[in-house]
T-cell receptor, first 110, second 115 residues
Framework: QKEVEQNSGPLSVPEGAIASLNCTYSDRGSQSFFWYRQYSGKSPELIMSIYSNGDKEDGRFTAQLNKASQYVSLLIRDSQPSDSATYLCAVPGGSYIPTFGRGTSLIVHP | EAGVAQSPRYKIIEKRQSVAFWCNPISGHATLYWYQQILGQGPKLLIQFQNNGVVDDSQLPKDRFSAERLKGVDSTLKIQPAKLEDSAVYLC?????????????FGSGTRLTVV
């Protein structure tokens, strides 16, 4: 069974700090990886996708992928209180249907 | 472009009653997904449609859940009879391709409470 593991948190960081969110997955055949942000009471919103080893940067967000170690991470630089949300890691397996982790709750305090 | 539309936003029913949710995907999106998200958990796929055909329904509790996508556009998800453990948010999502390799867009969801 394909598994996607995330620490549920909460991860608490001060405003302006770097928040680091991690995700491990079990399906070695996975080729694409996604991070979704979900505010309380709202639906998930796609914020980052990554397909190859290394880093991908988009504004304050950086996704990092290491297929050999089967982990993907999301770094949020200069964290803002508006970044407080649950971050879901999604990994499509061979069927390309994403399996979601349970999400990590991030709290950015002023 | 308009997003994925879902209704109703909230629903409260008693156990053993039936309920139906509706979803209208983004125009031109061939693939439609229904997810169940229980509080504190990630979304779990219930069923995937490609046009009006079912691609994957392996996690759909078929004794009580049913779904259809008539004419390959709108979709309805039904629960009959509902159980307390069905309390969750039901999310609909759509994507252009069947592989969702570019991720997909979720609707606002329907929050179901079974009492």
């Amino acid at each position: 069974q394909k598994e996607v593991e995330q620490n549920s948190g909460p991860l608490s960081v001060p405003e302006g700090a770097i928040a680091s969110l991690n995700c491990t997955y079990s399906d070695r055949g996975s080729q694409s990886f996604f991070w979704y942000r979900q505010y309380s009471g709202k639906s998930p919103e796609l914020i980052m996708s990554i397909y190859s080893n290394g880093d991908k940067e988009d504004g304050r967000f950086t996704a990092q992928l290491n297929k050999a170690s089967q982990y993907v991470s999301l770094l949020i630089r200069d964290s803002q209180p508006s970044d407080s949300a649950t971050y879901l890691c999604a990994v499509p397996g061979g069927s390309y249907i994403p399996t979601f982790g349970r999400g990590t709750s991030l709290i950015v305090h002023p | 472009e308009a997003g994925v539309a879902q209704s109703p936003r909230y629903k409260i029913i008693e156990k053993r009653q039936s309920v139906a949710f509706w979803c209208n995907p983004i125009s031109g999106h061939a693939t439609l997904y229904w997810y169940q998200q229980i509080l504190g958990q990630g979304p779990k796929l219930l069923i995937q449609f490609q046009n009006n055909g079912v691609v994957d329904d392996s996690q759909l509790p078929k004794d009580r859940f049913s779904a259809e996508r008539l004419k390959g556009v709108d979709s309805t998800l039904k629960i009959q009879p509902a159980k307390l453990e069905d309390s969750a948010v039901y999310l609909c999502a759509s994507s252009v391709t069947g592989t969702a390799v570019y991720g997909y867009t979720f609707g606002s969801g329907t929050r179901l409470t079974v009492v």
